[in-house]
């Protein structure tokens, strides 16, 4: 057993069911990559205008999927949010910049986590 665990959900509420919080880690890795490789590109390149915005655009996402697995209902809405988003890039990634080796990875990783957010389960533990 590790030493850091998850706390019980509080008294009465039923604890997020496990597609949703595999989907919710998904979303919380996928924020820690937009934050490291915004940190690392803003260091490269110096262009605090559009770097410092995907860090901090990371940093949400991280924060969100952290939240969902820990069963705060309200994250789902900005985990979607990004799923979508990230589906608009994998698209223009894959499609209208000629590059699939890029779009279609991204867009397999958006569809899993919006398939783990949107479940039957997910949704109906979402309306208690």
Known sequence: MSGASTPPPAPGAAAPPRS???AALGAALEGAALLVGGVVALIVEGTPQVWGFVVLLGAGVLAAGI????????ARGPVVVMQLLG?????????????PELGVPIAVVCVAIL???LTR???DWAEQ
């Not at 939240?67 to 309200?74: D, E, M």
């Open 121 to 123: 389960a997910g949704r």
């Open 67 to 74: 939240a969902l697995a820990r069963g705060a209902r309200g």
């Open 87 to 99: 589906l608009g890039i994998a698209f223009y990634a894959g499609v209208t910049s000629g590059r």
């Open 115 to 117: 398939a783990g957010v």
């Open 20 to 22: 949703l919080v595999v």
